[in-house]
């Protein structure tokens, strides 16, 4: 099992939809979890962080964390054109271990 | 406040030759990552400095990459020699935080695109 798994995507929504974004991790003892958008051709941008169980709400980005289940999701609420990138997971145990990221492509 | 500087953006070499890197992290950032990046994958961490030391290199293909952060700031990447399945995008990162820390948030730079023909 990889340590963190992203759904595979492409994931494609209308404009002003709701787009979610899921990912499992391996490692329990993993304490800190982020959220990297990148678009095309350019570096890792961190959109969010969240480090203890429940929701965390950012502007239209909302992340939610459940360390029981081993997993965390990023919701992008009025999904826009400009949040077509592709959505990176990565948690931190003994390093920061990302996953292979998920596209997202947002239709006008 | 910059941001976390790269180069060269771009290297094109053929297969055996040698290649650096060059990262000037966040001004003050303690900790130093270099991370390859193959299209289609999550970016992998080939090494971790804290200060002027190693904490990680487990990831890093020793018998080809070396690596270095002379005095605690800049780093350089060097790949010698270079196979062609060491084309990818290097990425250089910085935090403030130390190791162990518990809000370890990474701030990257734009990137290095080596092409191994």
């Known amino acids: 099992q990889k340590e963190v798994e992203q759904n595979s995507g492409p994931l494609s929504v209308p404009e002003g939809a709701i787009a979610s974004l899921n990912c499992t991790y391996s490692?329990?003892?993993?304490?800190?979890f982020f959220w990297y958008r990148q678009y095309s051709g350019k570096s890792p941008e961190l959109i969010m962080s969240?480090?203890?169980?429940g929701d965390k709400e950012d502007g239209r980005f909302t992340a939610q964390l459940n360390k029981a289940s081993q997993y965390v999701s990023l919701l992008i609420r009025d999904s826009q054109p400009s949040d077509s990138a592709t959505y990176l997971c990565?948690?931190?145990?003994?390093?920061?271990?990302f996953g292979a990221g998920t596209t997202v492509t947002v239709r006008a | 406040e910059a941001g976390v500087a790269q180069s060269p953006r771009y290297k094109i070499i053929e297969k055996r030759q040698s290649v650096a890197f060059w990262c000037n992290p966040i001004?003050?950032?303690?900790?130093l990552y270099w991370y390859q990046q193959i299209l289609g994958q999550g970016p992998k961490l080939l090494i971790q400095?804290?200060?002027?030391?190693?904490?990680?290199d487990s990831q890093l293909p020793k018998d080809r990459f070396s690596a270095e952060r002379l005095k605690g700031v800049d780093s350089t990447l060097k790949i010698q020699p270079a196979k062609l399945e060491d084309s990818a995008v290097y990425l250089c990162?910085?935090?403030?935080?130390?190791?162990?820390?518990?809000?370890?948030?990474?701030?990257f730079g734009p990137g290095t695109r080596l092409t191994v023909l």
């Open positions: 990162a910085s935090s403030p935080k130390v190791q162990g820390d518990y809000y370890n948030e990474q701030f």
């Open positions: 490692d329990r003892g993993s304490q800190s």
């Open positions: 969240i480090y203890s169980n």
């Open positions: 990565a948690l931190l145990g003994g390093k920061l271990s």
């Open positions: 001004s003050g950032h303690a900790t």
């Open positions: 400095f804290q200060n002027n030391g190693v904490v990680d």
